[in-house]
Every structure is written in structure tokens, then in C-alpha cells.
């Protein structure tokens, strides 16, 4: 059985690691799919698609975790095919996760096994306030897998955030 899960890993934290983990119990392999992928260098998506690709594969290849298949996807401007569009680009799945009610309730019209998996400890692993604390000059850390934090490192993640900030 096969799961697929969408997000915009803005940037991929520990929260989505403790879900994907938890989603692996249950599935033999999972699909992360990084959504709006053509977005980037905005304060909402830094991160380019590639950026989020490595950021995920190395983080579970670390953990000894081999059984995912990483999916960009980009968005469409039509709701009602954008889970044709989802489609298209993945292998066939079992089940959906997801608490976003509009994806949600996308693939529940198109009969999917839609289940929910909520994410742990909000407050710090969150992509909003990772953003926020890096903006702040705060430790984000501790908030992300090893493998991240060099990611961000190498491409200079954070002083590109402050650099947008500026422009805004
Ligand atoms: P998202 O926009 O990435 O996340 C929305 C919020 O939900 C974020 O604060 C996120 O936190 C949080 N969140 C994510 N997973 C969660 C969970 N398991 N429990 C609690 N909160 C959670 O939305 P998404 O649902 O993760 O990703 C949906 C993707 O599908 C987006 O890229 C969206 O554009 C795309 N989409 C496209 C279309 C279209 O093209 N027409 C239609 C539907 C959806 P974090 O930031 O911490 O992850």
C-alpha cells in the first residue's frame, strides 16, 4: 500500500519527519509530493523545489528511510483538476494525507482513502514560525533534521530570507 502525502516544506521540519514516520507504520512507501513548486524566494516559499528535493531526501536517506518517491508538484489554477494534475505525476496510491480541508475535500470527490495526521509540538515545528525565527535571529535549529540545517546553510538560506524581508 502506497500514501501520498502533499506539503510546501517551507522547509521540511521535524514535524513533517515525525509524520512521514508515522504514515511508513501503516504504508510500505509513501510519496511526498512538495507542493507549489514553482514558487520561490518569497517569504512565504524561500526554498526553490530543488532546494526542498534535497532538503527531504537527505533527511530520510539519513534516518535509514529508503521507501519514498519525491514529486514536485506545481499548482494549477483549476481546483476541480488538480487532482487529475497530482495524478499525472505520481505513481498510483492507496491513501491521502492530509488536514487541509480543500485538498481534502478534493480527493474525497475523487473517492480516496482521505486520512488525517496531525502534526506535533505546533508551536516550534511550524514552517511559519521557522521562517519567523530566522528572520528574528532566533535558533531554528532545533527545529529541523541535521540535513536541513546544512542545506539551508550551504545556500546561504538565511540571509536570503532577510533579503527579502528588505524588499518587502
Ligand atoms: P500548505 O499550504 O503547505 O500548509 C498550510 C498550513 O498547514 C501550514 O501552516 C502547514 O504547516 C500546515 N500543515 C501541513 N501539514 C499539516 C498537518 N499534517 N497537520 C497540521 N498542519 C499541517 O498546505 P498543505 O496542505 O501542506 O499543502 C498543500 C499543497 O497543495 C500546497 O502547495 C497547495 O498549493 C497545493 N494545492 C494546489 C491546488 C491547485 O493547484 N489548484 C489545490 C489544492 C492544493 P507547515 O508550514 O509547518 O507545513
Redesign the pocket.
Known amino acids: 500500500m502506497r500514501a501520498l502525502i502533499?506539503?510546501?516544506?517551507?522547509p521540511f521540519?521535524n514535524?513533517?519527519m515525525e509524520?512521514i514516520k508515522k504514515i511508513l507504520e501503516e504504508h510500505s512507501s509513501v510519496i511526498i509530493g512538495i507542493?507549489?513548486a514553482q514558487y520561490s524566494h518569497t517569504l512565504r516559499d524561500p526554498f526553490t523545489a530543488g532546494e526542498r528535493h534535497l532538503m527531504i531526501s537527505m533527511s530520510l536517506e539519513e534516518k535509514g528511510i529508503v521507501n519514498f518517491y519525491l514529486v514536485p508538484?506545481e499548482?494549477?489554477?483549476?481546483?476541480p483538476l488538480?487532482v487529475a494534475h497530482v495524478e499525472a505525476l505520481t505513481p498510483r496510491f492507496d491513501s491521502v494525507?492530509?488536514?487541509?480541508p480543500?485538498?481534502r475535500r478534493?480527493f474525497l470527490e475523487k473517492k480516496y482513502d482521505v486520512r488525517?495526521?496531525?502534526?506535533m509540538n505546533?508551536t516550534d515545528?511550524?514552517?511559519?514560525s521557522i521562517r519567523k525565527k530566522m528572520l528574528d535571529g532566533k535558533r531554528w535549529e532545533d527545529d529541523v533534521p541535521e540535513q536541513v540545517v546544512r542545506v539551508i546553510r550551504e545556500i546561504d538560506g538565511v540571509q536570503r530570507l532577510r533579503d527579502l524581508a528588505m524588499q518587502d
Not at 6 to 10: I, N, W
Not at 125 to 128: C, E, K, V
Open positions: 502533499v506539503g510546501r516544506f517551507q521540519h514535524g513533517h509524520v507542493g507549489s508538484i499548482d494549477v489554477n483549476s481546483n488538480w494525507y492530509t488536514n487541509n480543500l485538498v478534493l488525517s495526521v496531525e502534526l505546533r515545528w511550524s514552517g511559519t
